[in-house]
């Protein structure tokens, strides 16, 4: 969708794309940036913040890591993803989450790039003035866990994570400024827009960790081939857990056993749901 001043932004279809059916590396992450963006795009209205831009930036703040990328490494991949394909905005996100202190060595974590790519980071930071989109998911990003801590038990987390915060005074205080910022403009602290969406996730899922996804497709090169997958998302391990199973040149006769034995599990409360063509289920693996 295009909006101006901002240029092009991703719809819910795009982003269900860079978090799932284009993600190499689905895990815990996905339902983070899933949560801060429904919580930026709750929290938009009263911000006076478009709704659909909110959402955008929030949810692939951190699309890099799609590409099992970590570090600076992530944060220059998810720039080059979305500008790829002209989400420009978006796109800054990727950049700016991750430096409070407009300054590459302001960084928590290692520094893995090449000199051209911190080139084009330093030169970033010099030009962009923060909006703020990019301030609400710096709080954001820097409030939660897999779930709500706050800013200085985040900061504790990261300390202990990595050792050493650079500017760790500054990089507080610019938080909290912006926390405050954002709460004098809101109805309710944070906190309550982050407990709200998380809620919302667990109880839209019905017991969600115990859901099921099946996938049945025919590749064209083949008279009937088949593929499951399985997703077991458990209430520990979140999405950590997805299993895909895999069978080429499985028989029809073979799949409604196993539809079958499923089928008698059924003291589990699993929630099944069958799609014949494969671009039917793409996005249905999270229920998003």
Known sequence: MYKENYGNIPNKDKINYYLIEDNQNIGAWVRR???????????????GLDKDIAFACGSLFEIGKKENKNNLEKNIRGFYILRKESYFFPAKTNLSHSFIIKDIDSFVGEDNLEEKDKKIIKNFLLSHTYTDYDKLIQVLD?????KYIGIEKYQKYLKEKYKKIPYEKERLKILESYQKYFENKLKNPIE??????IKKWNDSKQIRFERVVFCLYKPPQLDWGVSIALAMIT???????????????CK?????????????LSHTKWSCKYYHDRD?????LLGI
């Open 142 to 146: 820097n409030s939660i866990t897999d």
């Open 252 to 264: 029809i006769k073979k799949v409604n056993e196993v539809l079958n034995d499923t089928h008698s």
């Open 33 to 47: 940036s899933k949560i801060i963006g429904k919580t930026a795009k709750m929290m938009a209205k009263e911000l």
């Open 235 to 249: 209430k520990q391990k979140y999405l950590s857990d997805i299993i895909n199973l895999r069978s080429a040149n």
């Open 192 to 197: 309550y827009y982050v407990n709200k969406n």
């Open 280 to 284: 039917q289920w793409n996005g249905s």
